[in-house]
């Protein structure tokens, strides 16, 4: 039951870190990144689907990307879907493919998206940390009603703190490894 409870805290946390690596690709950097239009959604007859379902996304220099749909009469759509993204940037077509520049960063841009990038993986702390109090709680209720004893508690409470502070090492290296993406750019 206790190790049920332990297993369950670390896939929980495995997926606030997945959630943080996620979050994190969608703040841009001043490097051309696919993940950048994870989030842009083309209307599609009728539907709106992800752009990488309808157009392949290529990086062919740092700061080029250049998207070429499968469908060249959806070149329009892919436009207007990327300007709502509101990503910041100005896609321009030659009828075949979208040709996108990425702008370098501004200093205060740069400042901008770090606090971002602070606050999303603060947020992770935060989720991991309430993933700890949830499991704690857990042990608790089960040494309550006697399937652990007191030494077997304390001895998972550890183990739980344990996994906690290296999930907490783990968003902090995160983060300082995209901070510094960001102001490199």
Known sequence: KKSETLDNSKERKKKSIKALKNELNQIRTGRASASLFDRVRVEYYGDRCPLNQVATVQIPEARMVVINPYDKSLIKEIEKAILAADLGLNPSNDGKVIRISIPPLTADRRKELCKQAKNTAENSRVSIRNIRRDGNDELK?????????????????????????????????????????????
């Open 141 to 185: 209720k089960q040494q309550k009603d006697s399937l652990i004893t007191e030494d077997e508690l304390k001895v998972s409470e550890d183990k739980l703190q344990k996994s906690t502070d290296s999930f907490i090492a783990e968003i902090n290296k995160i983060f300082e490894e995209k901070e510094k993406e960001i102001m490199e750019g």
